[in-house]
């Protein structure tokens, strides 16, 4: 098995064979990802989240790309830069800005906050706040698929950070030995906390790893909402086939800091401002063929989204501290 960097896709293909309405709601999506992690960022600093966040603003195509590559009966294990990652799934925004808000009407009635939001019943396993704490559990996933003989597939998110850590190499063996229907799917946003890849790694992309596990990697644009549309579905069609995991590599960048406690004095504001200008959803519009004016009312149907969720969330109760323990196993 050898890693390749993917070529670039045929847009006006994928624009004819979803149409237009898909095609826009793909947009509105990106949106709506966005405009939650600026909300988020801004209740925030008016002191409304408890602990910490991590904002994935600049990477929307690469969760609207690889959720449309996949179908309701898949599962999603997600990782703690990961709202977009949720929102993309399917997730309900009111109910994902109350458990960000630890309301209790949120997914996980307020006890998981922004980086533990599950939703189980649409098999949306959660998010984790241990790096790479999602990958082993992927393996458990991907068996429990095998044993029931079903067609499914699991996607596990996770960052470049992740792809040094144990975990990620001990599961990628087990997954590839068991050819186990896993979309191994690493977010390389450029920067693990403060850890520049290209001081972490001594190989020109990510996605080479699969190499010793003899599965298929792949790199492609993880600002091109195509490019990630294409590379997940090839590897979920060789997932559902019976030939085993496929380890995805997205190349992409967080605008923000790792955290709010980030500084980012490890980089530059040139190099942010140069990546910002490989702004996913700019590029995605401009393949539909709109400029900043046309998408200025689909701006205004995000933001009205947002503060329909947040009036939502903030109108909700707190947890009960009668409650705290319901959910709790020994």
């Given at each position: 098995?050898t890693?390749?960097?993917?070529?670039?896709?045929?847009?006006?293909?994928?624009?004819q064979?979803?149409g237009?309405?898909?095609?826009?709601?793909?947009l509105?999506?990106m949106?709506?990802?966005?405009?939650?992690?600026?909300?988020?960022?801004?209740?925030?600093?008016?002191?409304?989240?408890?602990?910490?966040?991590?904002?994935?603003?600049g990477?929307?195509?690469?969760?609207?790309?690889?959720?449309?590559?996949?179908?309701?009966?898949?599962?999603?294990?997600?990782?703690?830069?990961?709202?977009?990652?949720?929102l993309?799934?399917?997730?309900?925004?009111?109910?994902?800005?109350?458990?960000?808000?630890?309301?209790?009407?949120?997914?996980?009635?307020?006890?998981?906050?922004?980086?533990?939001?599950?939703?189980?019943?649409?098999?949306?396993?959660?998010?984790?706040?241990?790096?790479?704490?999602?990958?082993?559990?992927?393996v458990?996933?991907?068996?429990?698929?095998?044993?029931?003989?079903?067609?499914?597939?699991?996607?596990?998110?996770?960052?470049?950070?992740?792809?040094?850590e144990?975990?990620?190499?001990?599961?990628?063996?087990?997954?590839?030995?068991?050819?186990?229907p896993?979309?191994?799917?690493?977010?390389?946003?450029?920067?693990?906390?403060?850890?520049?890849?290209?001081r972490?790694?001594?190989?020109e992309?990510?996605?080479?790893?699969?190499?010793?596990?003899?599965?298929?990697g792949?790199?492609?644009?993880?600002?091109?909402?195509?490019?990630v549309?294409?590379?997940?579905?090839?590897?979920?069609?060789?997932?559902?086939?019976?030939n085993?995991?496929?380890?995805?590599?997205?190349?992409?960048?967080?605008?923000?800091?790792?955290?709010?406690?980030?500084?980012?004095?490890?980089?530059?504001?040139?190099?942010?401002?140069?990546?910002?200008?490989?702004?996913?959803?700019?590029?995605?519009a401009?393949a539909?063929?709109?400029d900043?004016?046309?998408?200025?009312?689909?701006?205004?149907?995000?933001?009205?989204?947002?503060d329909?969720?947040?009036?939502?969330a903030?109108?909700?109760?707190?947890?009960?501290?009668?409650?705290?323990?319901?959910?709790?196993?020994?």
């Open positions: 098995m890693s390749k960097h993917s070529t670039q896709p045929d847009y006006q293909t994928y624009l064979a979803w237009q309405e898909k095609a826009l709601a793909l509105k999506e949106l709506v990802i966005r405009t939650f992690e600026e909300k988020a960022e801004e209740l925030y600093a008016l002191g409304k989240v408890h602990g910490t966040m991590h904002l994935s603003i990477q929307e195509a690469s969760a609207a790309g690889a959720s449309l590559a996949l179908r309701e009966s898949d599962y999603l294990l997600n990782h703690h830069r990961g709202h977009g990652h949720c993309a799934w399917g997730s309900d925004v009111n109910l994902m800005m109350a458990e960000f808000l630890g309301k209790e009407t949120g997914y996980c009635r307020g006890r998981g906050g922004s980086m533990h939001i599950a939703n189980v019943e649409a098999n949306n396993l959660g998010a984790n706040g241990i790096v790479g704490g999602g990958i082993p559990i992927a458990g996933v991907g068996l429990s698929i095998k044993l029931r003989k079903t067609d499914q597939v699991v996607i596990v998110m996770f960052g470049d950070g992740a792809a040094n144990g975990a990620f190499h001990e599961s990628l063996n087990m997954a590839s030995i068991w050819k186990l896993i979309i191994y799917y690493c977010e390389n946003n450029q920067y693990a906390m403060s850890m520049a890849v290209k972490a790694f001594n190989i992309r990510i996605s080479q790893r699969a190499c010793a596990y003899g599965i298929p792949v790199t492609m644009d993880g600002n091109d909402l195509f490019a549309y294409a590379a997940v579905s090839e590897a979920v069609e060789r997932a559902r086939a019976g085993g995991p496929t380890l995805v590599e997205a190349e992409t960048y967080r605008w923000r800091g790792h955290s709010k406690s980030d500084r980012q004095a490890y980089r530059t504001r040139e190099e942010v401002k140069a990546w910002q200008k490989k702004d996913p959803i700019r590029h995605y401009r539909l063929g709109l900043d004016a046309g998408m200025e009312r689909y701006r205004a149907e995000a933001s009205e989204i947002i329909q969720a947040v009036a939502f903030e109108a909700s109760p707190e947890p009960s501290i009668d409650t705290i323990l319901e959910g709790v196993y020994a």
